[in-house]
T-cell receptor
Framework: SQTIHQWPATLVQPVGSPLSLECTVE??????LYWYRQAAGRGLQLLFY??????ISSEVPQNLSASRPQDRQFILSSKKLLLSDSGFYLC??????????FGPGTRLTVL | SQQGEEDPQALSIQEGENATMNCSYK?????LQWYRQNSGRGLVHLIL?????REKHSGRLRVTLDTSKKSSSLLITASRAADTASYFC????????????FGGGTRVLVKP
């Protein structure tokens, strides 16, 4: 069966510091991968998605970036965090035109 | 409003009652999906209904889709305290490639 992992679970970072969140998927090959951000009490905002290694589509302009160095690894990064980057970050995977399956999320607080 | 807007935003019911929430969208879709999120957790996929389907069941969940009205409903029958969560609809728009667009969610509180 497929599983998706995200780490860390929680993170507190100062403004201006770098960020690296990691997501890995097991039990599937060539999945579509997604990064979402969720503000408190709100819906999900799609940040990036990838249909293959090295293929990244950005949905919103921001100081975040994403990379997919391996088939089942998706990384969300920032060189300098802003206060507005605080939120709940969710990674998800899917096969083409099917349901998405989410990781447990990372709670990021930027101080 | 955004693609995939839920109504109501919040719902409070007693255990054993039914809970109904609605989702409206704007563009043509391949499918519509419903997800549940417990507080501080990831989303859990509940049901996917394709554009050529009108109704789908999964346990105590019933989803309807009306493509002429661009709307969907999620019914939870005989609710339990464990059903307390936020529920999101997400649309897979025909022109959106591999992306889903999520609504703002309905927060459901089931009181014991």
């Amino acid at each position: 069966s497929q599983t998706i992992h995200q780490w860390p679970a929680t993170l507190v970072q100062p403004v201006g510091s770098p960020l690296s969140l990691e997501c890995t998927v097991e039990g599937t090959s060539n999945p579509n991968l997604y990064w979402y951000r969720q503000a408190a009490g709100r819906g999900l905002q799609l940040l990036f998605y990838s249909v293959g290694i090295g293929q990244i589509s950005s949905e919103v302009p921001q100081n975040l970036s994403a990379s997919r160095p391996q088939d089942r690894q998706f990384i969300l990064s920032s060189k300098k965090l802003l206060l507005s980057d605080s939120g709940f970050y969710l990674c998800a995977w899917s096969e083409v035109k099917s349901a998405q399956y989410f990781g447990p999320g990372t709670r990021l607080t930027v101080l | 409003s955004q693609q995939g807007e839920e109504d109501p935003q919040a719902l409070s019911i007693q255990e054993g009652e039914n809970a109904t929430m609605n989702c409206s969208y704007k563009t043509s879709i391949n499918n519509l999906q419903w997800y549940r999120q417990n507080s501080g957790r990831g989303l859990v996929h509940l049901i996917l209904i394709r554009s050529n389907e009108r109704e789908k069941h999964s346990g105590r969940l019933r989803v309807t889709l009306d493509t002429s009205k661009k709307s969907s409903s999620l019914l939870i029958t005989a609710s339990r305290a464990a059903d307390t969560a936020s529920y999101f609809c997400a649309t897979d728009a025909i022109t959106a490639g591999n992306k889903l667009t999520f609504g703002g969610g309905t927060r459901v509180l089931v009181k014991p």
